[in-house]
């Protein structure tokens, strides 16, 4: 069964409206957001409903605009319960950073700090902890929940990271080569590499890709990469690695000391 347009036409104008009004009156308890943004907070999920857009065209689009989309969404972001909760490959992977007992960590794509709150819970030192993101509002969040600590926020792309080389013991990249283009994928991977000592972990999703290609649009705003094929193929060598699988979930470990 169909709706008439004009019925889902006016539901969405009245939620857009309603979400406006409420947006606004939770301004007042959050400084520094505009009306505008939070009202998109809430339109974003009708928008994201389009459903004629191929994932393929829409994947294409919001990659390629990655800090609209994340500045939008991390207003919902920080309520939703499944970015909140440590799962456990989220704990997996932190447990691989913490138990190399690294005397730094970079955290590329770090949001509003989950990661980086559970290290501190775990009593690694905040002073060591780096997180990069590209958007500002995630950035703004992470120092909302990161508040009083000396972990350091800095906004960069994954692809072209302001440190110096071998600048952190550790990079960790969780949830974020996911959302960057195929094409931009070995400079996020030349990046990490080049800015890591000692090890490098990635979580990602993980789901099928077929042969013929190595990553695939697998929502709206998502790729599945061949991590395998990938690191093979950027010239990681599967004795450098070892990986993890949870259901839709991959974790690596990439030990970069015997490098050449
Ligand atoms: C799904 S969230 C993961 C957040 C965090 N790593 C975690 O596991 O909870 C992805 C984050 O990566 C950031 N991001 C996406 N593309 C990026 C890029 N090219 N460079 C830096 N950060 C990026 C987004 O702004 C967002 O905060």
């Given at each position: ?10 539901f969405?104008?009245?939620?857009a409206?309603i979400?406006t ?6 301004i007042?308890?959050?400084?520094s957001r505009?009306s505008?943004v939070?009202?998109?907070?809430y ?7 389009i ?12 990659s390629?605009?990655?800090?609209l989309?994340?500045?939008?969404w991390s ?8 970015q909140?909760?440590l799962?456990?490959w989220?704990?997996?992977?932190v447990d691989l ?11 590329v794509?770090?949001?509003?700090g989950?990661?980086?709150?559970y290290?501190?819970?775990?009593g690694?030192?905040?002073g060591?902890i780096t ?7 995630m950035?703004?969040?992470?120092r909302?929940?990161l ?6 926020l800095?906004r960069?792309n994954?692809?072209d990271l ?8 550790a ?11 195929p ?6 991977f030349d ?6 000592k000692?090890l ?6 993980y789901q099928p ?23 093979e ?14 259901d839709?979930w991959?974790v ?9």
């Amino acid at each position: 069964m169909t709706l008439p347009k004009t019925i889902v036409k006016s539901f969405l104008t009245l939620t857009a409206l309603i979400g406006t009004v409420v947006s606004t009156l939770r301004i007042k308890v959050m400084p520094s957001r505009t009306s505008l943004v939070a009202a998109s907070h809430y339109m974003h999920p009708y928008l994201l409903r389009i459903r004629d857009i191929p994932h393929k065209v829409s994947c294409k689009f919001f990659s390629s605009y990655p800090r609209l989309f994340w500045d939008i969404w991390s207003f919902s972001f920080v309520y939703d319960p499944e970015q909140l909760a440590l799962h456990d490959w989220n704990i997996k992977a932190v447990d691989l950073i913490l138990d190399a007992k690294p005397s730094s960590v970079l955290e590329v794509g770090c949001g509003f700090g989950r990661n980086i709150s559970y290290m501190i819970d775990c009593g690694y030192e905040p002073g060591v902890i780096t997180g990069v993101d590209l958007s500002r509002m995630m950035l703004r969040q992470a120092r909302i929940r990161l508040r009083g600590s000396k972990v350091k926020l800095v906004r960069a792309n994954a692809c072209d990271l302001p440190f110096q080389d071998h600048s952190f013991d550790a990079v960790f990249l969780s949830l974020v080569l996911m959302h960057i283009k195929p094409s931009n994928l070995k400079l996020a991977f030349d990046e990490a590499i080049r800015v890591a000592k000692r090890l490098i972990v990635i979580l990602d999703e993980y789901q099928p890709v077929p042969a013929t290609s190595l990553s695939l649009p697998i929502n709206r705003y998502t790729y599945a990469h061949d991590h395998v094929r990938i690191l093979e193929l950027y010239g990681i060598s599967p004795a450098m690695y070892t990986k993890y699988i949870y259901d839709k979930w991959i974790v690596i470990l990439i030990s970069l000391e015997d490098r050449s």
